[in-house]
């Protein structure tokens, strides 16, 4: 079955550029998203179609998908963005996927 | 605006039943599909469903499959999934989410709620 693998965390200083990757079998054929979830709250969308921002978000955020890794990078992190992402795409086989999810610390 | 709002939670026993409702406002609700997503405690995010803007077609994920069924009523702008059999690894925060118009992203989550097995 198809899989999406994110590392478990990540941590950035403020100011500095945050990468969270996500990694699954020719994901860059796929459209990949990204969520940003914090604690105690319903995720949100910050990027879909592999590189689009919904409106609000802000453009510190920005994403790619290419080969079999999605990217979701933030530049100028801010401690306000220290949260859980969770990539996602779409698989015929087994519809909606996400991954694991990635703890972003910004120290 | 958009607004998703999840009722029904609370605590069951294993093998019971119970019956999720996602109150939908802000938008013209027969026009989207709609997802559930859960999330049990401490771990992320589980595709439980999806139904089509019409209800013509249903999906479900492997492990709720025969146990779980997700319906909508568009002219009273509501989806709902009815949980039968339910398990203790059913316990989670129940979330109903619209999918956005031309991809498979889910563009605006309800709050949760719930949902207890014990």
């Known amino acids: 079955s198809y899989e999406l693998t994110q590392p478990p965390s990540v941590s950035v200083s403020p100011g500095q550029t945050a990468t969270i990757s996500c990694s699954g079998d020719?994901?860059?054929?796929?459209?990949a998203c990204w969520y940003q979830q914090k604690p105690g709250q319903s995720p949100m969308l910050v990027i879909y179609q592999d590189m689009k921002r919904p409106s609000g978000i802000p453009e510190r955020f920005s994403g790619s998908n290419s080969g079999n890794t999605a990217t979701l990078t933030i530049s100028g992190t801010q401690a306000m963005d220290e949260a859980d992402y969770y990539c996602?795409?779409?698989?015929?086989?087994?519809?909606?996927?996400f991954g694991g999810g990635t703890k972003l610390t910004v120290l | 605006q958009v607004q998703l709002v999840e009722s029904g939670g609370g605590v069951v026993q294993p093998g019971r039943s119970l019956r999720l409702s996602c109150a939908a406002s802000g938008f013209t609700f027969r026009n989207f599909g709609m997802y559930w997503v859960r999330q049990a405690p401490g771990k992320g995010l589980e595709w439980v469903g999806n139904i089509w803007y019409d209800g013509s077609n249903i999906y479900y994920a492997d492990s709720v499959q025969g146990r779980f069924t997700i319906s909508r009523d568009n002219s009273k702008n509501t989806l709902s999934l009815q949980m039968n059999s339910l398990r203790v690894e059913d316990t989670a925060v129940y979330y109903c989410a619209r999918k956005e118009d031309f991809g498979e992203a889910l563009d605006y989550w309800g709050q949760g709620t719930l949902v207890t097995v014990s």
């Open positions: 996602q795409a779409w698989d015929s086989s087994t519809a909606v996927l």
């Open positions: 020719k994901l860059g054929d796929k459209y």
